[in-house]
């Protein structure tokens, strides 16, 4: 008799805490999925990986997965991860949130740390919505869609993420939609395997607010949305893939440069002016 | 435990309060330090930018103080000892992170070298303004540990006894220096490595499946861990249970904050540090804490030498207030003077614990120099009159 296969996503994941919150058709569980494969595909062992999540729906995350996880405050799970992922440069850190999270109340500490390039792979679902609260108006909500906080439409201007992080000096740019999942699992698996700041844009649905407040249809109705209009261009320039309201999805492998890391330069620099006398800091490695 | 030897400068040193806070502060074991420039207080981070890299440590300069006081907790998870280091408009960006230590039972040092507020203020003048916020400014219920040092001397000592009590309570402990005492030179003796007393971090013992981290097994206080035990741990400023899992629930809610704050109120006695002298049957004490300590001790001595009998207590531990000391002052003395850079916030505390039994005066200015001890003498003699 042979065993049956253990499904690698359920390896991941804090059985005894199911089910989870989020709604059905939701797509930040697509990405979860996603990302557990890409783990195991990386080769990393569960002991070397942290996660740290800040607040709202993918926020979440961070206490769904069996591994040392932190779910810290509303935008601060980047700067947790600077302190945590220098002190122990033997484990890979992940940050896992949400747009409103990392762009809006997170943003400064989301261009620092890509600045910086603290080794870290930054995973952002943008599902153009605070949903945790009900639906108010992101920094990435597309012009003219309908938020709880935009009752007649938005008419802010939105972050291009990938041209953000790029510009920032991020060592590698992806972004997908939780319809292209064996995509998104080998963008995931090639961010994990590399050092430095690495950032993965997920564009996800959110049937019970954003969806619904724009009349757009159910999860599948936002899957057909992905299918039909997203278009691969890999190493597209990062300035021509804003999304705009119901637009075509500009989707791909943007940016990949290599740029030492903040461990590298640091070390570099003192060992330049200090020689000898240069302690690195190693944490508890 | 020692001190590390190979990192403490032992030896005789002319140095200010800042720069004996940094020296302390590396011999409590502390390896990495996140901080945003902010005056009174650069001088410490200045100082541990270029020891660090000498002993293994790391100082990080973020980019605001709400990320610094993040950023440190991210080091203690992963198993280290650190601090962040700030003055007023940082310390007010960073309650957000205070509450989050709290609750997260993170061994976290706020070190704090007060000026003058509200807001911008006073930023190169001393105050003591910051009392308050540091036992309130984050929202909810919880405890904290508030020292405040007098000299130089006592900016090395106790930053190391803040770095103890953290490991000790898992609790925010706030280092609550001031302008004066941050830039006043003094000397400075740091002891041999094996003088000074560490309590090192102690990990649990537990195997995984057998470990919740928030269950208190023996003892008073929950055992730490770090990541890559395989503990496979989960923290959250979510109310919790023993798990670290989100609890959504009043009775949850109560039993996790009622610990926060009993685990630091049942143990005052233990915490607190303070200074006595000549209380008994005198006819004012004077209560003080930080540079004001001294401004006391200075006027008592004048006081005495006209004949007044005057006793002082200056206070080292603000957070726990010692209630059942302040109390019995009452029996001890026939009134009571609180003397302190602000328009009363211990000074409230005093009246609180002491029930009225003993009229209590405030001698408080709203900050930018030191009380003057004339106008301190002045005052005691108006209360005796």
Request: net charge negative.
């Amino acid at each position: 008799m042979t065993a049956a296969p253990v499904n690698p996503v359920e390896r991941l994941l804090r059985m005894e805490r199911m089910p989870h919150i989020w709604c059905s058709g939701c797509g930040i569980g697509t990405s979860v999925n996603c990302f557990a494969r890409a783990i195991e595909k990386a080769g990393i062992d569960f002991e070397h990986l942290h996660v740290v999540s800040g607040i709202g729906c993918s926020g979440r995350v961070a206490g769904y997965v069996d591994v040392d996880s932190f779910h810290t405050t509303h935008g601060r799970a980047i700067p947790f991860a600077t302190g945590l992922a220098l002190s122990r440069p033997t484990s890979k850190v992940v940050v896992y949130s949400g747009d409103g999270d990392l762009s809006a109340i997170g943003g400064n500490h989301l261009i620092h740390a890509a600045r910086r390039n603290i080794d870290m792979t930054v995973i952002c679902v943008n599902n153009f919505t605070y949903g945790m609260t009900g639906g108010q108006v992101t920094p990435t909500t597309p012009q003219t869609a309908r938020a709880s906080t935009t009752p007649y439409g938005n008419f802010e201007d939105t972050f291009n993420l990938p041209n953000l992080m790029d510009a920032c000096g991020a060592r590698f740019v992806a972004r997908w939609t939780a319809y292209h999942v064996r995509q998104l699992t080998r963008s995931m698996t090639r961010a994990l395997k590399m050092n430095g700041f690495t950032f993965i844009e997920v564009i996800a649905p959110c049937p019970t607010l954003y969806s619904r407040r724009n009349k757009l249809g159910d999860g599948v109705a936002m899957m057909q949305y992905y299918k039909e209009r997203s278009r691969i261009a890999n190493g597209a320039p990062t300035c021509d893939v804003e999304i705009g309201y119901q637009s075509e999805i500009v989707v791909g492998e943007f940016v990949e440069r290599e740029r030492p890391s903040f461990t590298e330069n640091y070390e570099r620099r003192m060992r330049a002016v200090l020689g000898d006398a240069f302690v690195p800091y190693e944490g508890t490695r | 435990m020692a001190a590390d030897p190979s990192v403490v400068a032992t030896g005789m040193h002319f140095i200010d309060g800042n720069e004996a806070c940094a020296e302390g502060a590396i011999a409590a074991g502390c390896r990495f330090v996140a901080g945003y420039p902010i005056t009174p207080s650069t001088e410490v981070v200045e100082h541990l930018a270029r020891r660090f890299p000498r002993i293994g440590g790391m100082f990080i300069q973020m980019e605001d103080e709400i990320a610094s006081s993040i950023c440190f907790q991210g080091a203690v998870w992963a198993g280290v000892k650190a601090m962040t280091v700030t003055s007023g408009p940082g310390l007010s960006l960073m309650m957000e992170h205070v509450g989050l230590a709290a609750m997260t039972e993170c061994p976290a040092v706020f070190v704090d070298v007060q000026r003058a507020g509200p807001s911008t203020g006073l930023p190169t003048l001393p105050a003591q303004q910051d009392i308050m916020q540091v036992r309130w400014g984050s929202h909810g219920d919880y405890g904290v540990i508030a020292l405040a040092p007098q000299s130089p001397q006592e900016c090395f000592d106790h930053i190391v006894t803040c770095f103890n009590l953290a490991e000790r309570f898992r609790c925010p402990v706030f280092f609550m220096m001031d302008e004066t005492v941050g830039h006043m030179l003094g000397k400075v003796r740091i002891p041999a490595a094996r003088e000074i007393e560490v309590v090192e971090r102690e990990f649990t013992g537990r195997p995984p499946g057998e470990y919740q981290p928030y269950r208190i097994y023996e003892g008073d206080q929950p055992e730490m861990v770090r990541v890559g035990m395989g503990h496979r741990i989960h923290t959250t400023g979510l109310t919790h249970d023993e798990r670290g899992y989100p609890a959504m629930n009043a009775e949850a809610q109560d039993g996790l904050i009622r610990r926060l704050k009993s685990k630091i109120q049942d143990h005052v006695e233990e915490i607190c540090i303070c200074d006595e002298e000549q209380i008994d049957g005198s006819d004012v004490t004077v209560i003080s804490y930080g540079i004001t300590g001294r401004v006391a001790a200075y006027t008592a001595e004048l006081a005495r030498a006209e004949g007044l009998k005057v006793g002082l207590l200056r206070l080292v531990t603000l957070w726990p207030f010692h209630e059942r000391l302040i109390a019995g002052l009452a029996q001890r003395t026939r009134a009571i003077v609180v003397a302190e850079m602000n328009l009363g916030q211990i000074f409230h505390e005093v009246e609180r614990a002491t029930r009225r039994r003993v009229p209590v005066h405030l001698v408080g200015h709203a900050g930018g120099a030191i009380i003057e001890p004339e106008a301190l003498l002045q005052r005691i003699k108006e209360v005796l009159r």
